[in-house]
């Protein structure tokens, strides 16, 4: 990657000088193009033109949702520059933007449902429902959004009931046994005044894998989702949501895993597992939002209370063989195993107007999250087999309950120092208080338990400030310029409890100075959009997470090195003709450790100048739409779309031994729409390409999925 810099402020240039040339070489008869819309974000906590925002910003908006037929959280994977998510099937995430990646409990990237922070990895939404927009922020987002976001944020907004009364009803159905079925209704039940909402959703599936223990599908899923909501207008110009939403997942085979890469590739959507089981997945979220707009100040108060459940109801297995070595319990009642938190924030927002060149935005955020987690490592008959020196038909327990509390404030000021030039300061102060107590034991059948780490309690204050500072500049009304400066940080935490772990290790926060320059452009009357920028990254006291599967299959975080990313990317929409639309958005990562220690055969070895794990060398989603009218008065409305996604060279561990080669993926989709009927079809993976998405440090890999095609029927009201 040598040259980065000089390349891409080159790039930066021409598209200054090709913008400039254009505009002064106007002609008096101009040719009628088709200009693409603008899009309104709220990516900053108050509504901008997405092109006025000197920062990173993508969307996707109900209509392309569709059209990429986004499904999950993790169908975001590589639409946008240097974004990438990975999932091992049990429904969760692992997220990284520009190298930034969730290795933990503790997220990297933030996610946001309707502006509420989904706390963790527990208690985020996977599937999406009724989505009118979702918006990426990529860089460290520390200042407005605080803990977790330092790697970017992903926005999700769905929609909300008007004065209008709208509804949907539609089925989706695919190979591999997958079913869709969905509807949505919006109402005003007294007219400018009082609104209420819902959308719901079943679906299921029998998996990708075969169980060749017992020659039966081993993943076979099913889920139930949810939302409700009543909004309220007063006379006073007071507005109050209240929202709430679900999601109830059962999925008969989580983790489905080969034993290693080797034989996932060999073997594809096979395994062969003894311990089969029912995952219990149940996610809730319920929010209130109060929000005044006045003549100079707008206040906002957002409260939420989030909650997760989720169990395996028999053990699972934790071998990933058929041999009776190793398995995972957890099903010790309601008490256990539930995550719960809450969260408030106060806002306060001034915005511009003709007699003020600054707007700002203050507030505070706190919030309270209870973790009581008991998880069991049962060892088997086959135990020995195994390689393991555990007893046969013991069980070792650790049983670990956290209490997180913080409070942040933070500040935000857009500034016109000229009418050109604009300057963005923010800063944010964050605490939070940690606290954990934790156990282990040894259960013995007929014996009274043995006890390995006897009742202990740690505590954790964290202290973060996130400043930065944005100074951009307006060369044209179709061309912004501009250099940013941002620190973000994933907040410290205290590793669990287990046997062959020393009690309650804490570890500190991890901080990262982020720097990026970038410029976003509009040419040919807005028929073309093209935003380019590049960025360095540096980050210090890197927390690594190791799962101990051996024993305790627990995770132990370490500070324990530090992170250089740098790259490029660039963002390309563009009408060609007048019924094609062409998207590129392409980006490249040199993501790599400048300072890595990791244990080795008992003794710590250098593993620096190693490359980031889950972060492709580049990623790159080229996409051609055509869309036409056609018939009486254009009665049918018709689309194709064809999609190309590449992924470069990707790590799965530290150590640099388990990775994933070049690869790329196919979709397509193609639909016709009459009045309040559509119909379309779709594939993904058109050529079957074969994969690894995910795998652990100690080898276990999960396969992306196969090629999938169906069939989508949809109603409006």
Known sequence: MKGFYSKMSMLLLLAVLFETKVQAQKQDTVVKKKQLKEVVVTAEKQREQVQDIPASVSYLNKETLVNQHVRK?????????????????????????????????????????????????????????????????????????????????????????????????????????????KLGFQTPIISNRLFFGLSGQYKKDNGYYENDYNHSSYDKKHAILGNYYLKYLTESNWVFRLNYKHSFVRNHGAFALSPSIEAAKENPYHLNQDAITKMVDNVSNASLSIKHEGSRLHFTSQTSFQSNYR??????????????????????????????????????????????????????????????????????????LAGMPAQPNTTMLSTNTEDDKGLAIFGQADIDLTRRLGLTLGLRYDWEYKELDGKSELLMKGNNPVVLNPDSSAEGSYHALSPKAIVSYKLSSHNLLYLSYSRGFRAGGISAVGEEIAPLRKYDPEFSNSFELGVKNEFFNRSLKWNLDVFYVHVNDLQIPQLVISQSALTVTKNAGELRSMGIESELTSFVGKHFLLKWNAGITNAEFTNLSLPDNNENKDYSGNKQLYTPEY??????????????????????RAQWLWFGTTYFDMKNKLKQTPYSLCNANVGIEKGHVSVG???????????VDYAYNFGAAHLGNPATFGISVKATL
Not at 624 to 634: E, K, P, T, V
Not at 681 to 691: E, G, P, V
């Open 681 to 691: 079809l779709w594939a993904k993976n058109i050529f079957n390409t074969l994969y």
């Open 619 to 640: 990623t790159s989603n080229l996409a051609l739409r055509y869309g036409n009218s056609f018939g009486r008065s254009d009665t049918y409305k018709f689309h194709a």
């Open 73 to 181: 959280v993790e169908d975001l994977k590589g639409l946008f520059p240097n974004l990438y998510l990975s999932q091992p099937g049990d429904g969760r995430n692992v997220i990284g933007i520009r190298g930034i990646v969730t290795s933990s409990y503790q997220p990297a990237v933030a996610v946001y449902v309707d502006g509420v922070l989904q706390y963790n990895l527990d208690t985020y939404f996977n599937n999406l429902q009724n989505v009118k927009r979702i918006e990426i922020l990529r860089g460290p987002q520390g200042t407005l959004y605080g803990r977790n976001a330092m790697g970017g944020v992903i926005n999700i907004i769905t929609k909300k009931p008007e004065n209008t009364t709208t509804g949907y009803a539609g089925i989706d159905i695919g190979n591999y046994g997958f079913m869709r079925y």
């Open 311 to 384: 169990i395996y109801e028999d053990p699972i297995d934790g071998d990933f063989s058929p041999i009776d070595a190793v398995s995972i319990v957890n099903n010790y009642g309601k008490d256990w195993n539930n995550v719960q938190v809450w969260t408030q924030e106060f806002r306060f927002h001034a915005p511009k107007n003709k007699e003020q060149i600054m707007s700002w935005t203050a507030g505070v955020f706190g919030f309270y999250a209870n973790s009581p987690v008991k998880q069991g490592t049962h060892f088997g008959e086959d135990v020995g």
